[in-house]
Nanobody, 117 residues
Framework: HVRLEESGGGSVQPGGSLRLSCSVF?????????MAWYRQAPGGRREMVAR???????EYADSVKGRFTITRENAKLMVYLQMNNLKAEDTAKYYC??????????WGPGTQVTVSS
């Protein structure tokens, strides 16, 4: 059982920035898994916004390309999402999970991001 814990969300104005963090409480699996950030807006489906492979190769959804950066710190079992130039449409609850290519671990509580003027 892998436990995930997201943090760093908040309320910002359009154009603002936030940095999300994800703690992964499972040493053996983290380094061999592609990790991803997902988000779910009210009434919407959960969608993947960014993923980072074990070799640190990254891929992004078109909607966040150029604004979001995903990184991982294997030694600390952490995944981060730097979000810049935030837009109202980025408002959602954000989650991390693996990507295999669908998420296979139990979801954490998520962290809320609200972008509003």
């Amino acid at each position: 059982h892998v436990r995930l814990e997201e943090s760093g969300g908040g309320s910002v104005q359009p154009g603002g920035s936030l940095r999300l963090s994800c703690s992964v409480f499972e040493t053996a699996l983290f380094n061999v898994n592609t990790m991803a950030w997902y988000r779910q807006a009210p009434g919407g489906r959960r969608e993947m916004v960014a993923r980072v492979l074990p070799d640190e190769t990254t891929e992004y959804a078109d909607s966040v390309k150029g604004r979001f950066t995903i990184t991982r710190e294997n030694a600390k079992l952490m995944v981060y999402l730097q979000m810049n130039n935030l837009k109202a449409e980025d408002t959602a609850k954000y989650y991390c999970n693996n990507y295999a290519p669908v998420p296979t671990w139990s979801w954490g509580p998520g962290t809320q991001v609200t972008v509003s003027s």
